[in-house]
Nanobody, 122 residues
Framework: QVQLQESGPGLVKPSQTLSLTCTVS??????????WKWIRQPPGKGLEWIGT???????YYSPSLKSRTSISRDTSKNQFTLQLSSVTPEDTAVYYC??????????????WGQGTQVTVSS
């Protein structure tokens, strides 16, 4: 059974870059046909898809966040990473990493990390 675990700072200052890592166990991030996602949920709002890195290494980003988002991976560590630049308090949310089999650009996923709270505040 695949497991995902988010890690990174819980507090980020405005205008800085938010950086989170998802460590995957129980399966390889290069296994065919799996898509590895970053998703967030701001307080009082629904889930928002941020971006996806495919098993091939191809990346897909939400149009509304694309200019500030970068997703990369380290296959030797079986990890993938989110960087979100120029953050504002509106980026405060619980951030999840997840694995999906399809629906590459949606929040639909079969396995999820537990989520990590990130607060943007000075």
């Amino acid at each position: 059974q695949v497991q995902l675990q988010e890690s990174g700072p819980g507090l980020v200052k405005p205008s800085q870059t938010l950086s989170l890592t998802c460590t995957v166990s129980g399966g390889s991030i290069t296994t065919n046909d799996y898509y590895w996602k970053w998703i967030r949920q701001p307080p009082g709002k629904g889930l928002e898809w941020i971006g996806t890195i495919a098993y091939s290494g191809s990346t897909y980003y939400s149009p509304s966040l694309k200019s500030r988002t970068s997703i990369s991976r380290d296959t030797s560590k079986n990890q993938f990473t989110l960087q979100l630049s120029s953050v504002t308090p509106e980026d405060t949310a619980v951030y999840y990493c997840a694995r999906g089999r399809d629906a590459v650009t949606t929040t639909k996923s079969q396995f999820w990390g537990q989520g990590t709270q990130v607060t943007v505040s000075s």
